[in-house]
């Protein structure tokens, strides 16, 4: 079995990683029934600190919340179990990854009134998601055959495990054909985002990015950086686009807490302006890895010492 760290946080306490164990008759597991959340701790001149923690636990709430999902512990032992994940494992730097899920309730679709979910906090070490070599060179994307989900299926703006069946075929469609990532239209053919990334274009100076409405999760890097953007005297817009306007584009770059922040070199094998990195993603990407050594002041208060 892979493992990752030494130990994880479940249900309350920290225990060895093969230890634990969930049922294999475990609703999450035939339904999708989770909600999870994922998190960058990076190793910043203020020591250890998880970047944006409390919005992330409060999106993992959010999530279970449109599903009605009860998490039996408060905000803050669950912030407490992000920190304790990491500090038990004495990592510098992690990908947290908590995730509250249906177990053995039974096999009705919906739970029993009196269901309680399970929590587990896993952290370990995660370096960059597309590759190192990807964060200067860029990555080739594709426009995947497969639409993101209809807003009125199943929602996009909760993180849950069910939605990862359609990033699944988003991102092994891309892979398959020879890109390194998907890129999905929303229902109306609008574009939405990457399997498990949001989407930036930048035309004539100015930042554009599809709205919440494109059936996407809101990111919270998607948020970061129209923040760090338009500090920067950017103007950014939340605005719908077609598929044309990515090849048209002067530059394209995807955010995530797993993929940060990586340029778009071509879509459908169309070169984007000169098919490498462009210098406003560069300054942008600048500015956001200077919050984790204190060349970008932290005027938002984004980093949580653990
Ligand atoms: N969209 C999807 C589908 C994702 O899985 C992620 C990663 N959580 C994102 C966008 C980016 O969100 P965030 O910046 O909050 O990690």
Redesign the pocket.
């Known amino acids: 079995a892979a493992k990752t760290a030494e130990f994880i946080w479940f249900n309350g306490e920290i225990m060895p990683w093969g230890d634990a164990k969930v049922h294999v008759m475990s609703h999450a597991l035939h339904y999708g029934t989770s909600v999870f959340e994922?998190i960058r701790v990076y190793d910043t001149h203020l020591g250890p600190a998880g970047f944006r923690l409390t919005e992330h636990v409060q999106r993992l709430y959010d999530s279970a919340k449109i599903y009605r999902m009860p998490i039996p512990y408060c905000f803050d032992d669950t912030m407490q179990a992000c920190r304790d994940a990491v500090l038990s494992n004495k990592l510098n730097s992690a990908y947290i990854r908590p995730l509250a899920f249906y177990g053995d309730v039974g096999m009705g679709i919906t739970p029993p009134k009196d269901a309680q979910c399970d929590l587990l906090v896993a952290a370990f070490p995660w370096g960059a998601y597309l590759g190192e070599e990807s964060m200067e060179r860029g990555v080739d994307v594709a426009v995947t055959s497969w639409n993101r989900l209809a807003p009125n299926t199943i929602p996009t703006g909760a993180?849950a495990g069910g939605?990862y069946l359609s990033?699944l075929q988003i991102s092994t469609e891309a892979k398959r054909n020879g890109f390194d990532e998907g890129i999905a239209l929303d229902v109306n053919g609008l574009v939405s985002?990457a399997?498990?990334?949001?989407l930036f274009v930048i035309k004539k100076n100015k930042l554009y990015t599809p709205p919440a409405t494109a059936a996407?999760?809101m990111?919270?890097?998607?948020d970061t950086i129209i923040t760090l953007a338009r500090d920067s005297g950017y103007e950014v817009v939340e605005e719908a686009m077609s598929r044309e306007f990515l090849y048209l584009a002067d530059e394209i770059f995807m955010?995530?807490?797993?993929a940060e922040l990586v340029p778009v070199r071509s879509v459908d094998r169309i070169e984007v302006d000169a098919g490498k990195r462009g210098p406003i993603t560069k300054a942008i990407q600048q500015r956001f890895f200077g919050l984790f050594n204190g060349e970008t002041e932290d005027k938002w208060g984004w980093l949580e010492p653990l």
Do not use: D, F, M, Q
Not at 195 to 198: P, R
Not at 219 to 222: F, K, L, P, S
Not at 255 to 258: L, R
């Open positions: 994922g993180k939605n990033s985002e399997a498990g990334a949001n996407i999760l990111g919270i890097t998607r955010t995530g807490t797993a």
